[in-house]
């Protein structure tokens, strides 16, 4: 048997932690090199990152980042239906987060990955840069047929959705519709 003080306990977790973090960090640190890799081996491809520096003096920090690959976009916009479908989770890591997504229907069905974000939370503010980016990229119209945007109900994105996709149809998904009504 083995006699361990609680602080023993307590260095040992924190010793656990900062290696658990430091390989997270350190994949937030390759960001950089990652986006660079994948604009060179996609030529059109498009990051975006936002760094939070609170004070002169800190040290900058990751706070959002936007991306799409080019081939997925040319693949969207040449073979997907003109459906949008937008929808966020959580990150569950260290830092936390938010991944945004924009995903197309192709015509088998299947789920096509537009764009993706990064970013700190869910908010009309991170939802609205995400969506800034998007339509810099993809635009609001596929030829002359404007995009039908579906999302999970989200008031902030709804909100979001509102002014960049001016001319677009908004539908929910169904799915979200049918686990509210059977909650209550």
């Known amino acids: 048997m083995v006699d361990v ?14 290696v658990l973090n430091g390989v997270d ?41 936007y991306y799409y690959l080019f081939a997925c976009n040319q ?18 890591s260290p830092f936390g987060g938010q991944l945004l997504t ?8 299947n789920m096509f990955p537009i764009a993706f974000a990064v970013v700190e939370v869910k908010c009309y503010e991170s939802r609205k840069w995400f969506l800034e980016f998007l339509i810099g990229d993809i635009g609001t119209h596929n030829g002359s047929i404007p995009y039908t945007c579906i999302s999970d109900r989200q008031k902030g994105l709804v909100h979001a959705l509102n002014t960049p996709f001016l001319e677009s149809e908004h539908r929910f998904c169904i799915r979200h519709l049918y686990q509210n009504f059977s909650q209550k």
């Open 75 to 92: 693949g969207f916009l040449d073979g997907c239906r003109t459906i949008i479908g937008f929808d966020g989770c959580f990150l569950k």
């Open 5 to 18: 003080s609680i602080p023993q306990v307590y260095r040992a977790k924190r010793k656990a932690k900062d």
């Open 102 to 109: 924009a995903m197309g229907k192709d015509g088998n069905n």
């Open 25 to 65: 960090m350190a994949q937030y640190n390759r960001i950089w090199s990652y986006a660079a890799t994948a604009r060179v081996r996609n030529l059109g491809s498009a990051n975006k990152m936002t760094l939070n520096k609170p004070f002169e003096e800190s040290i900058c920090t990751f706070q959002r980042l």
